[in-house]
């Protein structure tokens, strides 16, 4: 069976999403896109084919139809999930839904309440939980590789040029306009912890700043604009090398540059940020979410777990310490080093080993979310998501209690 489906959002996530059914054209079809911006509604329609009555401006445009597909991927900005996901519900569509589910703790109720009350399947965009690597962890821990889970370190390295991009000029960089850094982009980390230990959370701690990106730490002489300025020589935020660097890049055309301007040339990128948002000064103070931010957790069999998100890091796979009573674990996001405490020997494994398809987005996770959920759609096996909305509501409510934490400031020490 072909599974059909609707695309609400065409941005970066939502042509991702969609890019499934190019690999996998016997499995599904994009059959309809609903976009505000028409430049990229077209250009994923035309990718895939889509006749222009199934293009629709809006997601109340493409709600007012009948059912027109399987499932609908719901990829559009964060504040704008829980209006579409209840109407699309409604009329019997199967939802895939891009994280965060929402940005308060009452829409996502709301959303799981949606979910329960429609019956439809309804699953939460956590790819960490599909990619081999993540398999490979849980099949260790599952068999007892290291006993009892005692501690979890985790680290989500975003990377100084991600962050900038994202959170500082990108469409994260306000809470009030989406949503913490913390839940934009680690609520992913969360529920692998959630995951992975296996057990259900029970508190939650935090402490967190906006550290760098502000205007108290502009350096004197620079610029509103990268292009403009006489320090971007020695900035590790210029805009200017960064884009241009993207752009020497094919693999990077996709993401980020396509965010910055949709003409890929050189005086289309410079016009872009001549005058868009990416081209702006990182100190210029129109962000306020957190630059580095660490959560603790203690789940109710008594294991705890770190994640430290970091803007100050080079990028790359998160890095994941797992000790245990009878051995420890540490693995990097494609390779899991396991220490056995009876023996002594060290033994190294790598998901490349087995063919697994790691290097595609988010290590593999894109291509196995979008999988397992096409497969369960098509065969009705909802067995075969885990990352459905209850599994997925763990994660985002140690998000909003982590910031509730880290807004209340910590206890002060007594010096």
């Avoid at 996998?24 to 911006?37: D, L, S």
């Avoid at 009892?148 to 040029?161: F, K, M, S, T």
């Avoid at 777990?305 to 100050?312: N, V």
Wanted: hydrophobic share 40%; with cysteine.
């Amino acid at each position: 069976m072909t599974v059909s489906l609707a695309i609400v959002g065409a941005g970066n996530r939502g042509g991702t999403y969609a890019g499934y059914a190019e690999r996998f054209p016997e499995r599904a079809r994009v059959v309809a896109v609903a976009e505000p911006r028409a430049g990229h509604r077209d250009a994923l329609a035309d990718r895939h084919q889509v006749p222009a009555a199934r293009r629709f401006p809006s997601w109340q445009a493409l709600a007012d139809q009948p059912r027109l597909a399987d499932a609908v991927v719901v990829a559009t900005p964060d504040r704008e999930h829980l209006a579409p996901v209840a109407r699309l519900a409604a009329l019997g569509y199967d939802i895939l839904l891009e994280k965060p589910m929402a940005p308060t703790e009452q829409e996502c109720d709301a959303v799981v309440d949606v979910a329960r009350r429609t019956g439809v399947l309804l699953t939460v965009c956590h790819v960490l939980r599909y990619t081999p690597y993540t398999a490979m962890v849980k099949r260790l821990l599952d068999a007892g590789a290291v006993g009892r889970i005692v501690g979890v370190d985790h680290l989500e390295p975003v990377g100084w040029w991600h962050f900038a991009h994202s959170y500082v000029r990108g469409n994260w960089r306000r809470a009030d306009e989406s949503s913490s850094s913390l839940l934009a982009k680690c609520c992913h980390d969360l529920d692998w912890l959630r995951y992975v230990v296996d057990d259900v959370p029970v508190r939650v701690s935090s402490v967190g700043a906006l550290y760098h990106f502000h205007p108290g730490n502009r350096p004197a002489g620079a610029a509103d604009r990268c292009l403009d300025c006489p320090l971007r020589g020695t900035c590790p935020y210029a805009a200017d090398r960064f884009y241009a660097e993207c752009l020497a890049d094919p693999d990077r055309h996709v993401w980020p540059l396509s965010v910055v301007t949709r003409d890929l040339s050189p005086d289309g990128v410079r016009t872009a940020l001549r005058e868009g948002p990416y081209g702006r000064c990182v100190y210029t103070g129109g962000n306020d979410v957190v630059d580095h931010q660490t959560v603790t957790v203690s789940f109710a069999g008594g294991a705890t777990a770190t994640l430290t998100m970091s803007a100050f890091t080079p990028g790359g796979h998160r890095r994941t310490r797992i000790m245990g009573t009878r051995g420890y674990l540490e693995g990097d996001g494609e390779r899991v080093t396991l220490t056995d405490f009876v023996t002594g020997e060290t033994s190294t494994l790598d998901t490349a080993a087995g063919g697994a398809d790691a290097g595609s987005g988010h290590g593999g996770g894109d291509h196995g979310l979008m999988a397992a959920f096409v497969e369960a759609v098509g065969t009705g096996d909802r067995s075969l998501v885990h990352s459905g909305p209850r599994e997925s509501l763990d994660s985002h409510r140690m998000a909003f209690a982590a910031e509730r934490s880290r807004l209340a400031g910590g206890l002060p020490m007594d010096v």
